[in-house]
């Protein structure tokens, strides 16, 4: 498998793992889903978790991927963010108690809420490194040639574009599996499943961002 293959397939990976974490909000498609006592309320929240979390992810990558235009900073603007992900990673290992602000936001607002909720946990920093390896592989070898003010605004519209395509299809992933598990709970599994295998994914969350911080300094290296 080539590495921009398998950085993409990360992306899905991740797009899938954030889609199941119940941080990312499906258990509130199948509160709706329970309080209407209709299907149709569980697929009515998919577009408004699912833009918020567009808007998180995009907001935390394109800056970074313009940066990544000037070629000759883009390893180390990839170290640097790898390692932001790593610490922020850390800290939320010290620090799990999520911000008592976003307990303030009412369900319906379910866009607003999911870009809270996806900037808070740092999900975008999650997909940073592996972007930014992205870009950097979409700009090829034209270290020389990238002086040049066309050729550099090529590169950084490329770019911007490989940022939104990353946060394209990792809110796809996440929204495909989000809707999968809020509907296989309202649908078969009831909330006693909740109970029952409800494990702290908080702490799985923060030993990922470690984890992908680390993967993305080595990749950079």
């Given at each position: ?5 398998a950085?993409?397939?990360?992306v ?24 209407e006592r209709?299907s ?7 577009l408004?978790l699912?833009?918020?979390h567009?808007?998180?992810m ?5 800056p970074f ?5 000037y070629?000759?900073?883009s ?9 932001l992900v790593?610490?922020f990673?850390?800290?939320r290992l010290?620090?799990r108690?999520?911000p008592?602000a976003l307990?303030?936001?009412?369900p ?14 740092g ?9 930014l390896?992205l ?8 270290g ?6 066309d050729?550099q605004g090529?590169l950084v519209q490329?770019n911007?574009f490989?940022?939104l395509?990353v946060?394209a299809?990792?809110t796809?992933a996440m929204m495909?599996s989000?809707?999968a598990?809020?509907?296989a709970?309202?649908?078969?599994l009831?909330?006693?499943f909740?109970r029952?295998?409800?494990i702290?994914?908080?702490l799985?969350?923060?030993g ?5 911080g ?8």
């Amino acid at each position: 498998m080539s590495s921009t293959a398998a950085l993409w397939l990360t992306v899905v990976a991740l797009g899938v793992y954030h889609g199941l974490n119940p941080a990312m909000g499906w258990p509130l498609a199948v509160a709706n889903g329970l309080t209407e006592r209709a299907s149709r309320a569980v697929f009515a929240t998919l577009l408004p978790l699912g833009g918020g979390h567009l808007a998180a992810m995009s907001i935390a990558l394109v800056p970074f991927a313009w940066l990544a235009g000037y070629v000759s900073w883009s390893r180390p603007i990839q170290v640097g963010a790898a390692g932001l992900v790593l610490l922020f990673g850390l800290w939320r290992l010290v620090q799990r108690r999520p911000p008592r602000a976003l307990a303030r936001i009412p369900p319906t607002q379910l866009a607003w809420w999911s870009f809270l909720m996806a900037t808070a946990h740092g999900a975008g920093l999650m997909l940073l490194p592996f972007t930014l390896g992205l870009c950097l592989q979409s700009s090829g070898e034209g270290g020389a040639a990238a002086a040049r003010a066309d050729v550099q605004g090529a590169l950084v519209q490329a770019n911007m574009f490989t940022a939104l395509s990353v946060a394209a299809v990792h809110t796809l992933a996440m929204m495909l599996s989000g809707l999968a598990i809020a509907w296989a709970v309202y649908r078969y599994l009831g909330l006693a499943f909740l109970r029952r295998a409800w494990i702290n994914l908080d702490l799985v969350w923060a030993g990922s961002l470690v984890v992908a911080g680390a993967a993305g300094m080595l990749t950079a290296a």
